[in-house]
């Protein structure tokens, strides 16, 4: 059946991209920043297939008229702004203009979708942050019970955690709610990107969902590395050209060995794997490539010293005062290092190579930077949207039967 998912600060498109490669269609995309949405659009002017028939709304998603969306919506979903949370910002939360999250709230308040798909940094699960993260989720489970008038957020706090420990309204929307920290390598990702996902079901749902499980293991990818070489035959590279083994790993690799690690999943996906079949970046570009242009001028040094070829990159980040070197540069065996590309970082947030990023090489890195990857995305969005099938269809035989 058509499912119908409306995204909030969407960004680049990563969380909607794989939203709609999970079987939603966007029914309205929201997103306030000009570079972000000239990607999305100019994509949709092209014909991309993924994005041609968004509906792209620039501007705050507390502006928007949502009464404008004449059918139910099955999902809301979205990555509100991470500063207030990220241990590379200031670490506000609740006292920083740009947290969203009562903000997404009040927009599920209004569409009363079927489920709803929050994505934010691992920052948000610090220990300073607990009350706060728990204040969120109730805001989730409760989108009706809105902030009265100058009502601090610790008072709603508290009218929240009465409304939950009470019997409560059975006219009242609410959400069953869960959240999960994952890393996206573990789904395929070639990326270490530790993110928490906040899901939930509208209580009428019986969808009887949890995360989906991890399809990657980093023990596949040290036995495919340094028992069986396969990883090392499938990319053709010569003993003489491979890096010693991290002897950190090395204990665990003798216990894979020795059968006392059962190894389960695919291997971790790694920059090298990512990279496949690209030729090196050139300052003047290639024809047939997009954003695939060399920039110049990266080093190395102390705690800036790039992603491994052959592990999962490091996270990219888009950076608060331009973009960090460490996280977006690429570290061969040699240990020179260079920036990744537009298009390498885009193959690293797993985005399709037709789909290309606007703006310069440090506008685009900042989008990318902010972006869900596609594939964690569509991960997600995939069992939730196979759950709200079998819910509707369930529901549907129930009042058959009756």
């Not at 991309?48 to 404008?68: E, N």
């Not at 610090?126 to 009502?151: D, G, Q, T, W």
């Not at 003047?284 to 070829?309: I, V």
Request: charged residues 25%; contains cysteine.
């Amino acid at each position: 059946m058509s499912l119908r998912a409306v995204e909030l600060f969407g960004g680049a498109g990563g969380l909607a991209i794989g939203t709609h490669k999970a079987g939603f269609s966007s029914e309205l995309f929201v997103e306030w920043d000009k570079w972000a949405c000239d990607t999305v659009r100019e994509n949709s002017r092209a014909g991309h297939p993924l994005v041609k028939d968004w509906a792209v709304h620039q501007g705050d998603v507390r502006k928007v008229d949502y009464s404008t969306l004449r059918q139910k919506i099955d999902l809301v979903a979205g990555g509100p702004p991470c500063q207030p949370f990220s241990m590379g910002g200031k670490a506000r939360a609740a006292d920083d203009s740009r947290d969203m999250f009562p903000a997404a709230a009040e927009v599920v308040r209004n569409l009363r979708p079927r489920a709803l798909l929050f994505e934010n940094v691992r920052g948000l699960k610090r220990a300073a942050f607990a009350n706060y993260f728990e204040f969120i989720k109730l805001r989730m489970k409760f989108p009706e019970l809105s902030a009265h008038v100058n009502e601090s957020w610790t008072d709603h706090y508290a009218r929240l955690q009465k409304e939950y420990t009470s019997s409560g309204s059975n006219s009242l929307l609410s959400y069953n709610v869960v959240d999960h920290l994952v890393n996206a390598a573990d789904y395929g990702v070639p990326q270490h990107r530790h993110r928490v996902f906040i899901v939930g079901f509208r209580n009428d749902v019986k969808a009887d969902w949890s995360f989906p499980e991890a399809t990657h293991s980093e023990d596949a990818l040290l036995q495919s590395q340094w028992i069986s070489g396969e990883y090392w035959e499938e990319h053709k590279i010569a003993k003489k050209n491979r890096p010693e083994i991290d002897p950190r790993k090395m204990n665990r690799v003798n216990k894979i060995r020795n059968g006392e690690i059962e190894v389960a999943g695919h291997r971790w996906r790694t920059v090298r794997d990512a990279l496949s079949g690209m030729p090196e970046p050139k300052t003047n570009g290639f024809r047939g490539w997009k954003n695939h242009k060399l920039q110049e001028g990266a080093k190395s040094y102390p705690g800036h010293t790039g992603s491994p070829l052959d592990q999962p990159s490091k996270a990219l980040k888009a950076g608060g005062h331009g973009v960090p070197g460490g996280e977006n540069m690429l570290r061969r065996v040699d240990g020179s290092v260079r920036y990744f590309s537009i298009r390498e970082a885009a193959r690293i947030q797993t985005f399709p190579d037709d789909y290309e990023l606007h703006g310069s090489w440090g506008e685009a890195m900042r989008q990318l930077g902010n972006a869900v990857p596609v594939k964690l995305a569509e991960a997600v969005a995939s069992s939730i949207a196979t759950h709200l099938n079998l819910a509707t269809i369930e529901t549907e035989e129930t009042k058959f039967v009756r």
